[in-house]
């Protein structure tokens, strides 16, 4: 009688081996659902910048509006016979870089800087 009953316990603990260690168990299962949140939070930030990306695109292709914003924010373009006057707050002025000392334009900090173009 104890050899039939350390026989069923043997079979059992091998039987439960599978659920608790093996390949499919609740800790690998837990491993992969973990997994799977952190793609899905992924894939759901790609997605949103898709987006945005393809907004733009859409809106590059449809008229000017963006095309100028661009031109002027990112090329500093202006349109002809346009004035453009640019105020720099001495408060907001750059400390020189100690690294690169001469790569800083000198400024007044006394004065405020205006500049003007026109084509």
Same mark, same amino acid.
């Given at each position: 009688?104890?050899?039939?009953?350390?026989?069923?316990?043997?079979?059992?603990?091998?039987?439960?081996?599978?659920?608790?260690?093996?390949?499919?168990?609740?800790?690998?299962?837990?491993?992969?659902?973990?997994?799977?949140?952190?793609?899905?939070?992924?894939?759901?930030?790609?997605?949103?910048?898709?987006?945005?990306?393809?907004?733009?695109?859409?809106?590059?292709?449809?008229?000017? %509006?963006?095309?100028?914003?661009? @031109?002027? !924010?990112?090329?500093?373009? /202006? *349109?002809?016979? &346009?004035?453009?006057?640019?105020?720099?707050?001495?408060?907001?002025? %750059?400390?020189?870089?100690?690294? @690169?000392? !001469?790569?800083?334009?000198? /400024? *007044?900090?006394? &004065?405020?800087?205006?500049?003007?173009?026109?084509?």
């Amino acid at each position: 009688m104890k050899a039939l009953t350390l026989i069923f316990v043997i079979l059992i603990a091998l039987l439960q081996y599978p659920l608790w260690l093996g390949k499919g168990s609740w800790l690998w299962v837990w491993n992969l659902s973990q997994q799977i949140e952190q793609e899905k939070e992924s894939n759901d930030k790609l997605k949103s910048r898709n987006d945005s990306m393809d907004a733009e695109v859409h809106d590059l292709k449809q008229g000017y %509006a963006a095309i100028e914003e661009r @031109a002027r !924010s990112e090329l500093g373009m /202006v *349109k002809q016979d &346009e004035v453009f006057y640019q105020l720099i707050d001495e408060n907001n002025l %750059a400390k020189p870089n100690p690294v @690169a000392p !001469s790569i800083q334009p000198p /400024v *007044k900090p006394s &004065e405020p800087v205006v500049r003007a173009a026109k084509r």
